[in-house]
C-alpha cells in the first residue's frame, strides 16, 4: 500500500502534540523525556504504519477492538451514506433512526433469544455505568431497595469513568479517585499462575469461585446486587479462569440470587471463537455490557443487552430511566456497527478465529523454551506470555511491570504492537490473521523476549 506520509511535518505535529494533546493513561514526564508521540498515519489488515513510514503488525488490534481488520471501505461507505441521509438525531423522547433500530434487532439476533432489549452507549465505560445505574433501579422497583451492592474481581477492569473505576478492581485507579465509592467490593481474580500454588487448575477454579460466596455472605445476601465479571480478564493480563471458575460462580449466584453481568467489551463478537464470552466460559448471564468489537473500533459506540426477566419489571414498574448520552446510539456509528456485524457474519470471522486459535495457541507455545516464559496461554484470538524471572517457581520479576515494559518497547522497536500489563504480554490480533502471519508474530514476539533477556539475564535464576 502507498504510505501518504509526504506531506506531513513530523517534527511539527510531534511538538505539536507535546505543547497540547493531553494523553489518557500516560506518564507524562516519561512521555515527554521519551520526546512525545510516535504518530500512527495509516493502516491495512493487521498492518500499522507510523509517520516515519515504520511497519509494525498490531498484535492488539488496536485497544482489543480492531476485529475485522483495517482497511474495510465498506465501513467507511457506511458511514459516509448515513452522514450524508441523516448525520445526527437522537433516540430520547420516544423517536429513533433506521440504524439505531437496525442495529439493536441486529445485536438481539446473535444473542441467546432471552436479550431482546439493548440500551445504546458510546464507550465500555458508559455501558457499565448505564447497568449500576439500572440494576440499582430495578432492585428497588422489585422491593428490595437494599440490594445495592456489586460484586467485582482484583484486576478486573471495567472502564475509566468514575463508577467503571469503581467496578473495576485497578488499585492504582482507586488510589487515584481518593477513596472508592460506598458498595463496590472485590475478590481475587482466578489467575491459577500467579495465586494457584501446587493446586490443580480446576481445584483453584472452585476455591476463587468460593471467594465470591464469601464476600456475598459477608456484605450480606440480601444487600448484593449484582457479581461483574470479564470471562477472559484483559488489561488484567488476559486471565483464563480454569474451566470450573464460571459454572461455580454462576452457581453461587443463582443461590443468593444476585444477577450475573459478563463484561464483553473485549470477549465479545468472537474474539474467544464464539459470539460471546459467555458461551466459551460456560455460564448464563443476565445483563450483558459490550463496546469494541461492536463497530470493531471505526466509530465509537457501546452498548447494554438486557434479558428479558429484568426488563419486563424494569419497562412495567419503572417509570422514565433519567439516563441518557446524547450521542448514544449515533446514527453513523450504528450505520458502521450493523456493517461490522454483517461482515463477521458473511466472512465466517466469529467461526476463523475459532479455527484459527489452537495454530495461534500452539505457535506461542513454541515460545515456551525461552529463559523468561513462564507460560503462555490462549482462547480463539486473545493470548498471555508470562514472563518469568524462575520458570520452575512461576517466579516474578522485581518490581512489577519494569520487565513487561522493556519487552513492549524493545517489541515496538522490532515491529510488534504487544501490550504488557504488568509483566504479562498481551496479544489480540485482528481476526483475519493468517497462518503466515501468525509465524511472523511469533517471530517477532521471540526477537522482543531475546532483547529483553539480554537486558535481565542477571537476575533469572537457571532452570
Ligand atoms: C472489559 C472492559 N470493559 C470496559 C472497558 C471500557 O471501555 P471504554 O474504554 O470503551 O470505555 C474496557 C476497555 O478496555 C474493557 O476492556
Not at 512525545?36 to 500499522?48: E, F, L
Not at 448505564?130 to 431497595?145: A, D, E, S
Not at 491459577?192 to 445476601?221: C, H, R
Not at 501490550?419 to 501468525?438: H, N, Q, S, Y
Request: hydrophobic share 40%.
Amino acid at each position: 500500500m502507498t504510505v501518504h506520509t509526504k506531506n506531513l511535518n513530523i517534527a511539527e505535529i510531534v511538538q505539536h502534540d507535546i505543547a497540547h494533546h493531553f494523553h489518557p493513561f500516560t506518564d507524562h514526564k516519561s512521555f515527554h523525556a521519551a520526546g512525545g508521540p510516535r504518530v500512527m498515519t495509516q493502516a491495512d489488515g493487521i498492518w500499522i504504519w507510523d509517520a516515519n513510514g515504520n511497519k509494525l503488525l498490531d498484535g492488539m488490534s488496536g485497544l482489543w477492538c480492531v476485529n475485522v481488520g483495517y482497511g474495510r471501505k465498506e465501513l467507511a461507505e457506511a458511514a459516509y451514506k448515513q452522514l450524508l441521509d441523516l448525520p445526527y438525531y437522537n433516540t430520547f423522547f420516544k423517536t429513533t433512526t433506521v440504524p439505531a433500530t437496525e442495529l439493536a434487532t441486529k445485536i438481539s439476533s446473535v444473542m441467546p433469544k432471552r436479550f431482546k432489549h439493548i440500551f445504546f452507549t458510546n464507550s465500555g465505560s458508559e455501558s457499565n455505568d448505564t447497568i449500576v445505574r439500572f440494576v440499582r433501579h430495578y432492585w428497588k422497583l422489585k422491593g428490595k431497595p437494599y440490594r445495592q451492592h456489586f460484586i467485582a474481581r482484583t484486576r478486573g477492569y471495567h472502564g475509566s469513568t468514575m463508577v467503571a473505576a469503581n467496578l473495576g478492581g485497578m488499585q492504582g485507579m482507586h488510589e487515584q479517585v481518593g477513596t472508592e465509592f460506598p458498595g463496590f467490593h472485590h475478590v481475587q481474580q482466578p489467575h491459577w499462575y500467579d495465586f494457584g500454588g501446587d493446586k490443580s487448575p480446576e481445584d483453584f477454579g472452585l476455591d476463587a469461585a468460593a471467594e465470591v460466596e464469601k464476600k456475598i455472605l459477608e456484605v450480606g445476601p440480601e444487600n448484593v446486587a449484582a457479581f461483574i465479571g470479564e470471562p477472559i480478564q484483559g488489561a488484567g493480563g488476559v486471565i483464563i479462569p480454569p474451566t470450573t471458575y464460571w459454572p461455580e460462580v454462576q452457581r453461587i449466584c443463582r443461590k443468593y440470587g444476585v444477577l450475573i453481568i459478563s463484561d464483553e467489551v473485549i470477549c465479545g463478537f468472537g474474539r474467544t471463537g464464539n459470539w460471546w464470552g459467555f458461551e466459551t466460559l460456560g455460564f448464563e448471564p443476565d445483563i450483558v455490557p459490550m463496546a469494541k468489537g461492536l463497530s470493531s473500533g471505526y466509530l465509537p459506540i457501546g452498548a447494554v443487552a438486557f434479558a428479558d426477566h429484568l426488563v419486563k419489571d424494569f419497562f412495567e414498574l419503572g417509570g422514565e430511566f433519567y439516563h441518557g448520552m446524547t450521542y448514544a446510539g449515533h446514527p453513523a456509528a450504528c450505520a458502521v456497527a450493523l456493517k461490522n456485524i454483517e461482515i463477521l457474519q458473511d466472512e465466517k470471522l466469529v467461526e476463523r478465529a475459532r479455527e484459527i486459535g489452537p495454530y495461534f495457541g500452539q505457535a506461542l507455545a513454541s515460545l515456551r523454551d525461552h529463559p523468561i516464559v513462564g507460560e503462555t496461554r490462549s482462547v480463539g484470538l486473545i493470548a498471555a506470555i508470562e514472563l518469568s524471572n524462575d520458570k520452575k517457581k512461576r517466579g516474578r520479576f522485581k518490581d512489577s511491570g519494569r520487565v513487561g515494559a522493556m519487552c513492549r518497547d524493545h517489541s515496538f522497536k522490532n515491529g510488534l504492537i504487544m501490550r504488557a500489563c504488568w509483566d504479562t504480554m498481551v496479544l489480540a490480533p485482528p481476526f483475519v490473521i493468517t497462518k503466515k502471519e501468525i509465524d511472523e508474530l511469533v517471530r517477532l514476539a521471540r526477537l522482543a523476549l531475546d532483547a529483553t533477556y539480554a537486558d535481565v539475564k542477571g537476575e533469572v535464576v537457571k532452570a
